[in-house]
């Protein structure tokens, strides 16, 4: 089991500048949750899927940011345009049948720094 | 809102000692609370899940508890190692359904000295 697998782990990029952040979750896991890290505001969810249909992104700050799931083994976040309020570690997770009671896995996450 | 506190943000205590890191959450209709470890760089791993019906649940030297009318859990680690510094948050998910989200606390990093 590879686990959930984030990439790029680290990104550096300017103000304005479009940023995708990737994430594999483990092979059979029916839901998928991106997060965001912050020392102000702890983890927040931003959005989560459930076989691929998003369910609920009430989390997602706003327009800029964007999330899809084409398939049951691949999803990205993107922002555009970034902000350096957005500096951040996103992390995806997974988890598999009914969420509620079973653990999510999370990736290592993507430490994101808007200059 | 609710909200999950854990106090104090940082604790450092000598190896071999049973200590206890607590969390407090505001809503007490909850689904079930669940304790999480994160080291430096990593994501974060599920340590114990405690159903809203239950008191309490083991795994090896850990024990959670749940006391869900006075919005409180603890984490109880015995005979603490070095091997157990890092980031413990716990969070918990509300009853209005089973697709409610989790609440996280922010954390308390945890370092044992050798």
């Known amino acids: 089991d590879a686990g959930v697998i984030q990439s790029p782990r680290h990104e550096v990029t300017e103000m304005g500048q479009e940023v995708t952040l990737r994430c594999k979750p483990i092979s059979g896991h029916d839901y998928l949750f991106w997060y965001r890290q912050t020392m102000m505001r702890g983890l927040e969810l931003l959005i989560y899927?459930?076989?691929?249909?998003?369910?609920?992104d009430s989390g997602m700050p706003e327009d800029r940011f964007s999330a899809k799931m084409p398939n049951a083994s691949f999803s990205t976040l993107k922002i555009q345009p970034s902000e350096p309020r957005d500096s951040a570690v996103y992390f995806c997770?997974?988890?598999?049948?009914?969420?509620?009671?079973?653990?999510?896995?999370f990736g290592d996450g993507t430490r994101l720094s808007i200059l | 809102k609710q909200e999950v506190t854990q106090i104090p943000a940082a604790l450092s205590v000598p190896e071999g000692e049973n200590l206890v890191l607590n969390c407090s959450f505001t809503?007490?209709?909850?689904?079930?609370l669940q304790w999480f470890r994160q080291d430096p760089g990593k994501g974060l791993t599920s340590l114990l899940l405690?159903?809203?019906?239950?008191r309490e649940q083991t795994s090896g030297r850990l024990n959670a508890s749940l006391d869900k009318s006075s919005g409180r859990s603890t984490l109880y680690i015995a005979a603490s190692q070095p091997g157990d510094s890092a980031t413990y948050l716990c969070?918990?998910?509300?009853?209005?359904?089973?697709?409610?989200?989790?609440?996280f606390g922010k954390g308390i990093t945890l370092s044992v000295r050798p």
């Open positions: 809503d007490s209709a909850i689904y079930n």
């Open positions: 405690i159903q809203s019906s239950q």
């Open positions: 899927f459930n076989n691929n249909v998003p369910i609920d």
């Open positions: 997770a997974s988890s598999p049948g009914q969420y509620s009671n079973q653990p999510q896995h």
């Open positions: 969070a918990v998910r509300g009853d209005s359904g089973a697709n409610s989200k989790l609440t």
